[in-house]
């Protein structure tokens, strides 16, 4: 008889203890600490979506230069999921269009042992159903062409491309929040948990 590959998932995730939380500022040690270890554990800048200055600009963030990141905001938020107390995830979501409601998700990042689990999925429900709180009605993201998980992830949600960004060989990808698809599959993620 075959595994049910949610509950395979799922049973793995509660082994795990995973909590996945609104940052606040007093978070920004673990958030320094875990938009870091992103950066170390790429091996491929354009696959985070950054150029070397961007990367040099993190690693000199001064210990207030995290805190304001962290520091609450009705326009920006950040998601951090925990396995206990260590953070194993993280993702960003600005507005970046008032007039059209449209957010801007950037950082996310599961730490590689804790891919596969189905963390992504839920780490990205709940950034959109966030969203979708805040009066957002679309968000999107920046893909690397070459980055074939991110998009199979996303594509779950109905993100489509948009245009491409041929510079970084990155696509701009959209979903839309009061599309009924999207609203269902956020719903099954968050029921599931």
């Known amino acids: 008889m075959k595994e049910n590959p949610l509950e395979n998932k799922k049973s793995k995730q509660e082994k795990l203890a995973v909590k996945i939380e609104m940052a606040t500022k007093e978070d920004w040690e673990t958030y320094k600490a875990l938009k870091l270890a992103s950066i170390d554990a790429s091996d491929d800048i354009e696959m985070l979506g950054m150029t070397q200055k961007d990367i040099e600009t993190q690693k000199n963030k001064t210990d207030e230069g995290w ?7 009705n326009l920006k ?3 951090l999921a925990f396995n206990g107390p260590e953070a194993i995830g993280a993702i960003s979501a600005k507005q970046v269009e008032a007039e059209d409601k449209i957010w801007y998700i950037y950082g996310s990042y599961i730490k590689p042992e804790f891919r596969r689990m189905g963390l992504g999925e839920n780490i990205l429900a709940i950034c959109l159903d966030d969203i979708e709180l805040r009066g957002g009605t679309k ?6 062409e070459k980055n074939e998980k991110q998009f199979n992830l996303i ?9 491409p960004q041929l510079l970084w060989g990155e696509y701009v990808l ?4 009061t599309d009924e698809r999207v609203i269902k599959k956020i719903k099954e993620v968050l029921n599931a948990r």
């Open 139 to 144: 968000a999107t993201m920046r893909v690397n």
């Open 67 to 73: 805190k304001t990141e962290l520091a609450p905001n």
């Open 77 to 79: 938020f950040i998601l």
């Open 155 to 163: 594509g779950k949600f109905f993100f489509k491309v948009q245009r």
């Open 174 to 177: 959209e979903t839309d929040l």
